[in-house]
C-alpha cells in the first residue's frame, strides 16, 4: 500500500478549465510538499504546507492542507499548456527524516 | 540560483558490472540524500546522509548500495554489482537542514541519472 494516494493518476483537459489534483493518507504528516516534474528532470518544489487547513496560492494554483494533516489539494485555475507535466505530492512524517512520495498525477492541458 | 548537478546524465551497463553515479551538492548544504524513480513508478527515497554517515536507508538500499563523500564537494552513490530491477532514475538530493517536519526544509534535486542495466 502507499503511503500517499494521488488521485486522478492521469488527467487532461482543454486549455481555460479547472482542474484539482487530490493526495490522501491515513497518517498525519507533518507537511506536505508539492512539486512538479519534467520528463527527465528532478521534481521541482512548488510548495510547503504546514498547518491544517493552511491554503496557499501560487498566481493560478491553490494548494490546501486538510484540517487533520492527512490530505492536500492543488487546484489549478484556468489552465494553460504550460501546466502540462507530473505533479508529485510528498509528505514527511513527524520524526521521519525523509519524504515519502505519492505516484503523482500526470496532468495534460490541450491548447 | 545554485543547483545540484549529477553526472552522467545517462549510464548504459551490463548486469553485474559496478557503476558510481555522482551529485555534487549545493555548497552550503550539510544534508545529502538519493532517490530513484523506477520507470512509470513513483519515486522512492534510498539514503539520507549528514555528517560523513548514513543516517537512514530504505529496504532497497541493501548491501549492493553504498554511499560516500570522498572530498568536500561530492557525494556518490555506488552499485556493486547491479541487476536489471536497478535501472531507473536516481536523484540526489540535498538541504541545508534535516528534511524533517519541524525544519519545513526544501529539498534541492539533481536532474538525475538515468542508469540501464542491459
Known amino acids: 500500500t502507499q503511503l500517499l494516494e494521488q488521485s486522478p493518476q492521469f488527467l487532461s483537459i482543454q486549455e481555460g478549465e479547472n482542474l484539482t489534483v487530490y493526495c490522501n493518507s491515513s497518517?498525519?504528516?507533518?507537511?506536505l510538499q508539492w512539486y512538479r516534474q519534467e520528463p527527465g528532470e528532478g521534481p521541482v518544489l512548488l510548495v510547503t504546507v504546514v498547518t491544517g487547513g493552511e491554503v496557499k496560492k501560487l498566481k493560478r494554483l491553490t494548494f490546501q492542507f486538510g484540517d487533520a494533516r492527512k490530505d492536500s489539494s492543488l487546484h489549478i485555475t484556468a489552465a494553460q499548456p504550460g501546466d502540462t507535466g507530473l505533479y508529485l505530492c510528498a509528505g514527511e512524517r513527524p520524526n521521519d527524516y525523509k519524504l515519502s512520495f505519492g505516484a503523482g498525477t500526470t496532468v495534460t492541458v490541450r491548447a | 540560483e545554485p543547483e545540484v548537478t549529477q553526472t552522467p546524465s545517462h549510464q548504459v551497463t551490463q548486469m553485474g558490472q559496478e557503476v558510481i553515479l555522482r551529485c555534487v551538492p549545493i555548497s552550503n548544504h550539510l544534508y545529502f540524500y538519493w532517490y530513484r524513480q523506477i520507470l512509470g513508478q513513483k519515486v522512492e527515497f534510498l539514503v539520507s546522509?549528514?555528517?560523513?554517515?548514513?543516517?537512514?536507508k530504505s529496504e532497497i538500499f541493501d548491501d549492493q548500495f553504498s554511499v560516500e563523500r570522498p572530498d568536500g564537494s561530492n557525494f556518490t552513490l555506488k552499485i556493486r554489482s547491479t541487476k536489471l530491477e536497478d535501472s531507473a532514475m536516481y536523484f540526489c538530493?540535498?538541504?541545508?537542514?534535516?528534511?524533517?517536519?519541524?525544519?519545513?526544509?526544501?529539498?534541492?534535486f539533481g536532474s538525475g541519472t538515468q542508469l540501464s542495466v542491459l
Open positions: 497518517s498525519v504528516f507533518s507537511s
Open positions: 546522509f549528514y555528517n560523513n554517515e548514513i543516517s537512514e
Open positions: 538530493a540535498s538541504s541545508q537542514r534535516p528534511a524533517a517536519g519541524e525544519y519545513n526544509e526544501k529539498l534541492f
